[in-house]
């Protein structure tokens, strides 16, 4: 075996409802995919879908506090369906694209939403805006063979009990089987990827000590701290 420079970093892994837990291998994420959130942000409802990264170790589990982070005055939340694939696959059909589909989660994908403006401008990467440390809280992965695959239904967030955003996994514009298809055209999909599919609109900031919580109804639920 060889001699590594330094100790591996333990596996990334999110906890599963019936119990066991997921290996993290690469997280996804959608661009817009709710129209009403596309509209609050100025962009075009009928762009084809877009990927950026976050790395695996953003995941934060088991309703852990994530801390405000460096370099933002505008740190924003958004709930997102989370899917964890369980089956490789490339140039996926979606006709078959669900079969690859382990389980969901209820996740936020937390942003600067400064930095991401002034990429945007720019034509820069986001990855400073959404992939940085802590950035991405998930809730327990419920497994589709208990499920079933959630095509509608409610999905809510609340900032210190009261309600920020709301909408209904029936308002997206790509479903997860089309998300699959289109993202798997690029990169092979293996088992322990995580795609997160867009948040509805109502998207907004937070500050220090706001208690953060996303449902998905039939999914789940997740739950973060601001400290």
């Not at 990334?12 to 996804?28: D, E, H, K, M």
């Not at 959608?30 to 170790?57: C, L, Q, S, T």
């Not at 490339?90 to 600067?112: F, K, N, Q, S, W």
């Amino acid at each position: 075996m060889a001699d590594f420079l330094f100790e591996p970093h333990a596996p990334v892994s999110i906890p599963i409802a019936r119990g066991g837990l997921f290996a993290v291998r690469r997280v996804y994420c959608v661009g817009r995919n709710y129209a009403e959130h596309i509209k609050e942000m100025g962009n075009d409802v009928r762009d084809p879908p877009f990927f950026f990264a976050k790395p695996a170790d953003a995941v934060v589990v088991g309703g852990a506090a994530i801390p405000y982070p460096p370099q933002t005055s505008d740190f924003h939340h958004e709930v997102e369906l989370v899917v964890a694939v369980g089956k490789d696959g490339a140039d996926i059909a979606v006709e078959t694209a669900l079969d690859h589909v382990y389980g969901y989660a209820c996740g936020l994908d937390m942003t600067r939403r400064d930095l991401q403006a002034i990429a945007k401008k720019a034509g820069r990467p986001w990855e400073m805006a959404k992939g940085f440390d802590q950035s991405a809280p998930i809730g327990t992965i419920e497994p589709a063979s208990a499920i079933g695959h959630p095509d509608k239904g409610a999905i809510t967030l609340s900032v210190n009990g009261s309600e920020r955003q709301r909408g209904d996994l029936g308002d997206q514009i790509w479903s997860v089987a089309e998300t699959i298809a289109f993202l798997s055209q690029f990169v092979t999909l293996k088992a322990g990827d995580i795609i997160m599919t867009g948040t509805p609109a109502g998207v907004g900031a937070v500050v220090r000590g706001d208690v953060i919580e996303g449902e998905i109804a039939g999914v789940g639920k997740v739950r973060t701290v601001i400290a």
